[in-house]
């Protein structure tokens, strides 16, 4: 229906929807009428947020979705609090952001998805500042936190067109039904959002909150055939063989380097399946994407960038973006997301090799081993090579000698009994194809690893 959100807000996507077309899946189907209808009944209290600078706040991914129909195109701004913020976060990010009101949902279950409880807050000064800078009727701006994977949390100001400036409506038919895994108040969860409702395709809501198997249950019980996640919650998925069941069409993974391993597993077990490894990030929006199965990226991407974005790798083998349709900045406005020529530097390190580009990791992710710098992804899909290892988790440890050792977790695949010889494969498999510096010192099973609300392989020790 739409290629893009440039000249509308989600009030107007949802409008040119047909009425009976079904948009939602929760425990029944929701139609586009609906959900206009929900927005009318509510219109008088949504009003009273207009040219407001908002936060919303609801564990309860359904009513974050319909609040963002309802905030969006009224409120000046909008800030998204992902459900698993501590509070003192919430506090921080609501006086950074400058919202002077913050929208949660009832503490208890509701049949009203637009259901909202206002609480008004002392507004922070910086995107006060720059809230008043925009004339009243413009676009809302979305403020998303970053992951804080490797570093502190930073807050992003974009715009609906700088969300959505790469999603396209399927021409699958019939269409998809997409599963939703993530937040909807991280970047991954908004772009599975938006690439479902601008297209008119249902969307499959699950309880981020629930265990994977019960999630996935959700999603079979629901019809799902497309599918965003990390290569670990894939991972996780194969392991347990918590997704088998569901008719895929489509798969996406994101968030973190999709290796060769785990694009061939997906193949294995979901042949009919279209496969596709995003590159993107909250600050520069979705830069790419790759569909030849193949890990990496075409090195001629830097000469024909795809949809509208320039790519270029500088002397130090970092990944740079340059979107086509900019706008969207940091907060705080201390620090400029981009260079003066409007390129943004992702923080991730490539190699060419032969026709393509490799991800070696993130550059402040490194671990520095007596002056050798070590990326644990690489050293992870060693890992993974070994038959018996389902998932693997490198970290440094801290060493009085050589600052810092590498440490790798790994899980086994089922079946495997004799964890002994599972770490002595690793270790024999590492030291045959890692330098000395690369090759962990210390190989401990576990039965799982822990991941983060992003669906990222968590690195840091609890």
């Not at 269409?175 to 008119?200: E, I, N, T």
């Not at 890990?295 to 960038?305: K, M, T, V």
């Not at 003066?340 to 520095?368: C, E, H, K, M, S």
Request: aromatic share 6%; net charge neutral; glycine share 10%.
């Amino acid at each position: 229906m739409y290629g893009s959100a440039e000249a509308a807000c989600l009030h107007a996507i949802l409008a040119a929807h047909d009425d009976d077309q079904p948009l939602w899946v929760i425990e029944r189907e929701l139609t586009a009428g609906d959900l206009k209808r929900g927005l009318a009944a509510h219109a008088g209290e949504i009003a009273t947020l207009a040219d407001r600078n908002v936060a919303v706040s609801t564990r309860e991914m359904p009513q974050l979705a319909a609040l963002l129909l309802a905030l969006d195109g009224a409120c000046r701004s909008l800030l998204l609090l992902p459900a698993d913020l501590p509070a003192e976060r919430v506090a921080e990010f609501t006086h950074r952001a400058g919202a002077d009101v913050l929208v949660t949902g009832p503490a208890h279950a509701t049949d009203d998805l637009f259901a909202m409880i206002l609480q008004p807050v002392d507004p922070g000064q910086p995107q006060a500042a720059e809230a008043a800078a925009h004339a009243a009727g413009t676009a809302t701006r979305w403020i998303i936190p970053t992951s804080g994977t490797t570093g502190a949390p930073r807050l992003v100001s974009h715009t609906l067109a700088t969300l959505t400036r790469t999603v396209r409506p399927s021409a699958d038919a019939p269409r998809p039904r997409w599963g939703l895994l993530y937040d909807l108040a991280r970047f991954a969860g908004l772009q599975v959002f938006f690439q479902s409702f601008l297209s008119g395709a249902p969307l499959i809501f699950t309880d981020p909150g629930r265990p994977l198997p019960e999630q996935m249950a959700a999603l079979a019980a629901g019809g799902c055939t497309a599918l965003s996640a990390t290569p670990t919650l894939w991972r996780k998925m194969l392991m347990s063989g918590a997704g088998s069941g569901l008719p895929l069409r489509q798969i996406t993974l994101g968030g973190e380097i999709a290796d060769a391993a785990i694009l061939a597993a997906l193949v294995r077990a979901y042949p009919n399946a279209r496969i596709t490894h995003i590159y993107a990030s909250t600050e520069a929006g979705v830069g790419f994407s790759v569909r030849d199965g193949r890990e990496g990226f075409p090195a001629d991407y830097l000469a024909r960038p795809p949809r509208g974005i320039e790519i270029a790798v500088d002397a130090d083998g970092t990944l740079l973006l340059r979107p086509t349709t900019g706008g969207q900045r940091f907060v705080d406005g201390a620090t400029a997301l981009s260079d003066p020529r409007g390129w943004i530097n992702t923080g991730d390190l490539v190699r060419r090799a032969g026709d393509r580009y490799l991800f070696l990791g993130r550059a402040n992710g490194a671990i520095n081993v007596g002056g050798n710098k070590v990326f644990p992804e690489e050293v992870e899909q060693i890992i993974c090579q070994v038959d018996g290892v389902a998932l693997a988790l490198v970290r440094a440890r801290r060493s009085s000698i050589t600052g810092a050792l590498v440490e790798a977790v790994v899980v086994p695949a089922a079946g495997v009994t004799d964890r002994k010889a599972l770490v002595r494969a690793v270790q024999a498999h590492c030291r045959a194809h890692l330098p000395a510096f690369k090759t962990p010192a210390i190989v401990t099973v576990s039965d799982s690893l822990e991941t983060a609300a992003t669906g990222k392989i968590m690195r840091q020790k609890p």
